[in-house]
């Protein structure tokens, strides 16, 4: 394959290589950076053997996801407790074909959360596995172990992601009416709208600023939480989270939060909240 071919074949497959990287790192920017540095090593390996060019493109950024996922550990940039990945912010209608592509198979943001609790190796092989369909004697040699022992990676990944990732209504336009009930409750003041639109088990997770975070559950501990901040209510518009009705806080000037809402049977049993002004920065917002 000629350097023009390879070219041609990696921009090709960019979108899905974004993909993988996306739920292995939960941020589009690192998404991105995976995929970039990726490619060095793409053009230094020797593909005269390679049969399926995009499923060994995947395992390279897999590798490099990898690598970067250990990184962050090691560095411990992650902050103490809970972890909301950056979500990916489309308008209310949806139209936006690059985050389609980047969310294929509905990647919400609850789900993105579990994830940040495995351990990468978990990670890796049930993001591969169960979301790529890539076999496990392909998945073994990244992890540096046997096809058995990545099979149990994957899962003890899935266990934990089938008992604690919520999955939320299917009916978007559901969703937006348990959002915008939220919405007009808060910019109201109104304590008991606001618990009777949430969970009594609701989780609210919020990463404030780097190395800040802060947990707070149940619907009366959540719905005081948003009578604080219901002076930032005339800021917030109604704008899809990782495809899900979620809340954009921002004024011409300022961003101040995305907020990611899981809705199910009608109630929101969860809000993510990113607020770190650092990595609001980071988004491409509508």
Avoid at 210 to 222: F, N
């Amino acid at each position: 394959m000629t350097r023009e071919q390879l070219t041609a074949e990696f921009e090709e497959q960019r979108p899905h290589l974004r993909a993988v990287a996306y739920r292995m790192l939960g941020s589009v920017s690192e998404a991105d950076d995976a995929v970039q540095e990726a490619w060095p090593r793409v053009t230094r390996a020797d593909t005269s053997e390679v049969e399926n060019m995009r499923a060994w493109l995947t395992t390279v950024v897999a590798r490099v996801s990898l690598d970067m996922l250990r990184s962050r550990r090691s560095k411990r940039e992650e902050p103490f407790g809970a972890h909301v990945p950056e979500p990916v912010v489309s308008d209310h209608d949806g139209s936006h074909p690059e985050h389609e592509a980047l969310l294929a198979d509905s990647v919400g943001l609850a789900l993105l959360v579990v994830l940040e609790t495995l351990n990468p190796a978990e990670r890796l092989a049930y993001v591969l596995h169960d979301m790529f369909a890539v076999p496990f004697d392909d998945i073994a040699p990244i992890v540096e172990r046997s096809p058995a022992a990545t099979r149990q990676l994957a899962s003890r990944a899935r266990r934990r992601v089938d008992a604690e990732a919520t999955v939320p209504d299917p009916d978007l336009d559901r969703q937006r009416e348990v959002v915008e009930a939220f919405m007009a409750a808060s910019r109201e003041g109104d304590f008991e709208g606001l618990v009777a639109v949430l969970h009594p088990d609701v989780v609210l997770r919020a990463d404030i600023a780097r190395g800040v975070s802060r947990q707070v559950r149940g619907a009366e501990a959540v719905a005081e939480q948003a009578r604080m901040y219901r002076e930032r209510e005339r800021f917030s518009r109604p704008v899809l989270v990782n495809g899900a009705a979620g809340i954009l806080v921002a004024s011409e000037e300022q961003t101040y939060a995305v907020l990611g809402m899981t809705v199910a049977d009608g109630k929101i049993v969860a809000i993510d909240i990113l607020a770190d002004p650092e990595r609001l920065e980071r988004l491409a917002l509508p």
